[in-house]
């Protein structure tokens, strides 16, 4: 059934489809632009030399050795992506993740070389002790009445002596992911302590229990060896939580925020960024979101390119201002 307004003298029938005619006047009269700009590019980094080793889980990825950076990061400034993510797979694990604060360890090292190469690119330096913890949960644990579980309080003073190592070795934003009560603030103190007042923190401020996850645990080597990971990472069924976790960590010192993972928590980040529009609001891509269109596409089921590029924009149009994503050098390529 027409609307009224269709036939009245006030509202000439609308023409809509006018403005999708031309592909030039489709482009001036976009709403939402995704631009390499706008991308971070996770990269996984690891003990050894002359080590490329290909994630099967994740194509056109792979952990890699210290020696083997500096031409990936000169690929990367080649394509203009303007900065990284590192996460690191250390030489040996022990119950408390001791190598995570270590000056010589893997990430610390990573970010002197990509310092070295290239100093205009972008280092964040992923904080978390999954990845260095032999039983790969987020920090201490603790046995509570025959349950594991982590201890948040004890693990607080290891993130900040592990965020201080990061900033000595040359991390530009720090970017804590295992979702601790009171870590912003247990980092904050410990960076301005060291004499580091002017190092950012980028908060995972709503990290979600996901399963979108599965590809990153073959990546870091970071499944855990016992139970999960919901006593610590939000539930996914809620959101007005997320702008308690977002609000209080913006209280303690967060400058930037994050939602995690980005295309099933669209409602999220648009809640988020209406929450704070003045915040810089980060979503990412995870490598769940990024294996099934790679997945999908391999077979012919979807054309990649228009998939990802879709998937990105809503992201961007839900409000986040940056977006991680394991397609950044894909789009790159694209945009040429």
């Known amino acids: 059934m027409p609307h009224d307004f269709d036939s009245s003298p006030r509202f000439p029938q609308l023409r809509m489809r006018r403005l999708r005619q031309h592909p030039g006047l489709r482009e001036l009269v976009r709403e939402t632009e995704v631009t390499v700009r706008d991308l971070i590019l996770p990269l996984f980094v690891r003990h050894g030399t002359n080590t490329q080793q290909p994630i099967a889980s994740m194509p056109g990825h792979a952990q890699l050795s210290i020696d083997l950076l500096a031409d990936e990061i000169r690929e990367i400034t080649d394509l203009g992506i303007p900065g990284v993510i590192l996460f690191g797979i250390p030489a040996w694990k022990d119950v408390a993740g001791s190598a995570a604060s270590r000056d010589d360890g893997v990430v610390q090292q990573a970010v002197r070389k990509i310092k070295d190469t290239s100093r205009d690119l972008l280092v964040m330096t992923d904080l978390c002790f999954c990845e260095y913890t032999d ?90 060896q016992f139970g999960d990971r919901r006593s610590y990472q939000m539930d996914p069924a809620n959101a007005r939580e997320a702008l308690r976790e977002v609000a209080l960590d913006l209280a303690e ?73 394991y397609s950044a050098k894909d789009v790159a390529r694209w945009a040429k």
């Open 253 to 325: 010192g967060a400058d930037l925020v994050m939602v995690k993972p980005a295309l099933s928590y669209l409602d999220v980040i648009c809640r988020v960024k209406q929450a704070h529009p003045e915040v810089p609001l980060c979503a990412y891509n995870v490598s769940g979101e990024f294996s099934m269109v790679k997945a999908a596409a391999a077979n012919g089921w979807l054309d990649e390119q228009r998939t990802t590029l879709e998937i990105l924009t809503s992201i961007k149009r839900a409000g986040a201002d940056m977006i991680i994503t």
């Open 135 to 224: 039983h790969g949960h987020c920090g201490v644990v603790i046995d509570r009445g025959g349950r594991s579980d982590v201890d948040n309080d004890a693990t607080l003073e290891m993130l900040a002596q592990q965020a201080v190592s990061h900033a000595r070795a040359g991390a530009d934003v720090i970017a804590p992911s295992g979702m601790m009560d009171g870590m912003v603030a247990a980092i904050r103190k410990g960076l301005d302590a060291a004499g580091y007042e002017q190092t950012p923190i980028l908060s995972y401020a709503a990290k979600y229990a996901s399963a979108f996850y599965g590809p990153f645990r073959e990546a870091a080597e970071s499944t855990p």
